[in-house]
């Protein structure tokens, strides 16, 4: 069975610029997640879909982050501008009905 | 909100020892409690979990265990091996979010050979 896949896996860019990140979970997984994790702590979660409705997105920077979930599959998270405490790496996950979580490897954005 | 607390943030032992790792967490309604490899450059992987209503589970070298009355839970590995060094993360959630998981700071282990 293949895991959650995401891209980029890095991604450098310069505070105020704008970036994407793409995830593909495992097939039939319902709920999505995107979690950050700063360096040395533990994730956080941004934004939970349930198909292609959101659930939770109560953490989620809404001046300057967004997340999409078109037709209850792939999903993407946008950062338009970046600041420099988004520098992180940004972690997708899936569950099937709620259940046990699968993480992706994650992208790992630095801001310049 | 919940709040976990996770201590050591970091453990070094002797391969074939044990390692214990604790977790303490704030919100008495939270019921599912999930422990968390993470080696560098990857996602989370989780290794095992334990519900509010069990104390204690068991997989292979893996053990976790559940204080409800004292809000805390730990995770126990024996025998340990190189390939046990990882960031362990423990995490809590309430009922109805088993998403909205809490994540304590990390334990990074060290076994050496």
């Known amino acids: 069975e293949a895991g959650v896949a995401q891209s980029p896996r890095y991604k450098i860019i310069e505070k105020r610029q704008s970036v994407a990140f793409w995830c593909n979970p495992i097939s039939g997984h319902a709920t999505l997640y995107w979690y950050q994790q700063i360096l040395g702590q533990g994730p956080k979660l941004l934004i939970q879909f349930q198909n292609n409705g959101v659930v939770d997105d109560s953490q989620l920077p809404k001046d300057r982050f967004s997340a999409e979930r078109l037709k209850g599959v792939d999903s993407t998270l946008k950062i338009q501008p970046a600041k420099l405490e988004d520098s992180a790496v940004y972690l997708c996950?899936?569950?099937?009905?709620?259940?046990?979580?699968?993480f992706g490897s994650g992208t790992q954005l630095s801001v310049l | 909100g919940e709040n976990v607390e996770q201590h050591p943030s970091t453990l070094s032992v002797q391969e074939g020892d044990s390692a214990v790792i604790k977790c303490t967490y704030s919100?008495?309604?939270?019921?599912?409690f999930p422990w968390y490899k993470q080696e560098l450059g990857k996602g989370p992987q989780l290794i095992i979990d334990?519900?509010?209503?069990?104390g204690e589970k068991k997989d292979q070298r893996i053990a976790v265990t559940l204080n409800k009355t004292a809000k805390h839970f730990s995770l126990h590995i024996t025998e340990t091996q190189p390939e046990d060094s990882a960031v362990y993360f423990c995490?809590?959630?309430?009922?109805?979010?088993?998403?909205?998981?809490?994540f304590g700071k990390g334990t990074k282990l060290s076994v050496k050979p």
């Open positions: 996950a899936s569950s099937h009905q709620g259940a046990k979580l699968f």
């Open positions: 919100d008495s309604a939270s019921n599912y």
């Open positions: 334990i519900r509010s209503n069990v």
């Open positions: 995490a809590a959630s309430g009922a109805g979010s088993q998403g909205n998981l809490i």
